[in-house]
């Protein structure tokens, strides 16, 4: 490992436990590099009676080394709504730490890029939802969760890529308006009898796979098993075994145990999975959210040293944005 500086080793001595979680994803002389870091987010934590929220594409570092909890949009939104703590910092994206703010108002929210936003979010404002409201007068507005507060805030109700039928299906009625994910939507209309409008938003991580990768996956690595997220085109979606938010296809993994699985989405979910699932063979074709890796260890300590950067919302927005929130989280 080379020369270890003495503050370094009492670190590893400190964060060895940790380690042992991550093995097989993290060399040696990367969890060195990564020690300190480690070691003074869990001090900060505890001085700032902080928790960490990440997302299942952090990097395993702050999945497996600093995250308190982690999880796919939904799982994250359920566990701001419960979390006693004076600080939520959210390894993640914006919208996700709009809606931690939104649903525990009371929690000083720190995110520690604010640059890092999301396509699907981009790609609609709150103008735009008033423009279908105009056209589609009386069709319920379905957002998915990657959207800023200000578009949820002219929405009737929420859903994630983990409960979008469900959340359309509640609704009792026999259309509805989807946004702003048109694949997402594509997919969720396949599976039910609700006709469904969508919006031209599409995920930069997911709309680059194809239906010809999942062929090449399969030619290269016979009996390999496909999971898909569903914001990938519905193509891709087609010729796959399954598709299901971050948290259904690592439950998948976990409980039918694939011998060998390629998990089309972004990159650092089959390390996440892979290090609890050592009997697993990962395929890992690329795609990185250069969104959520904009999150690191280094910015973490960051915000918990300097507190920043907090996530206001603005009450005209949060508490119509919040209501659409809850709305769905009632529906389960
Ligand atoms: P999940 O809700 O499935 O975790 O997806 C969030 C996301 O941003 C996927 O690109
Ligand atoms: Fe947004 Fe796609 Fe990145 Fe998820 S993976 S945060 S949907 S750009």
Redesign the pocket.
Known sequence: MGIVQPHTAEALRRTASIYERVKSVIPPMEWAAFADDIDAIHRLKRERNAIILAHN?QTPEIYHGVADIAGDSLALAHEAAKADADVIVMAG?HFMAETAKLLNPSSKVLIPDMKAG????ESITAADVRLLRQRYPGVPIVTYV?TSAAVKAESDICCTSGNAKKIVESLGVPEVIMLPDEYLAQNVAKETHVKIIAWKGH????ERFTAADITLYRRQNPGIVVLAHP?CPPEVVAVSDFAGSTARMTEWVETKKPKRVVLVT?CSMSDNVAARNPDVEFVRPCQL?P??KRITLKNIRHALETMTHEVTIPSDIAVPARRAVERMMAVG
């Open positions: 594409y994206v999301c396509s699907l979010a990657n995920c930069e991580v997911h914001e972004e959210c969104h959520m």
